[in-house]
């Protein structure tokens, strides 16, 4: 969801996003797009449950919200604000504090820090994915200026592998240092 909001600017999103129910209706559309099936008996037809966005199994009466086994299970907030927070999250290019989350959306710091926490833990890399496309890879020593050492000698620096995907970037955990393209796209 966070790269969906990635490319649009802020009105683009407040016009596609203007209330609770588009929100939903938003979920219901991400998590349903490949058919519905249900969690418990896994009977493919559904009729409405409680709410529009709702599905109720036809066979086991198991009632599934579109928030469900979501971030936004249990979000006692309106869920247009974590919208807004998934927003300002993964557009923000130096992040965003909580304090400024609280300050712009009228929510509690601590609420803004939890949520946003749930936030980036949902888009770390799980390393299951591997980069496609077009990818950069480039690698550099860090770790100031060593004054025994003359010319590229790395003596106690560390050094730092950046894959670069047109969508992302990955911090590769070996050195590429000695490895041939072919190895590179092998490994990484």
Sequence with gaps: MEQRFKSLSLFEFQSRYPNDESCVKYLAQLKWSGGYHCKKCGNGHYCKGNSAEDRQCTRCRYIESAKSRTMFQGCKFPILKAFYIVYY????????????????????????????????????????????????????????????????????????????????????????????????RRTY
């Design 89 to 184: 999250v993964s557009t923000s290019k130096n992040g965003i504090s909580s304090t400024e989350l609280s300050r712009k959306l009228g929510l509690r710091q601590k609420t803004c820090w939890l949520f946003k926490q749930k936030v980036m833990r949902a888009m770390k890399s799980s390393g299951n994915f591997p980069m496609d496309g077009k990818v950069d890879v480039d690698e550099t020593y860090v770790g100031g200026q060593d004054d025994q050492s003359i010319g590229r000698n790395e003596g106690r620096k560390k050094i730092v592998v950046v894959s670069i995907e047109k969508q992302g970037v990955k911090v590769c955990p070996e050195c590429m240092h000695g490895l041939s393209k072919p190895q590179a």
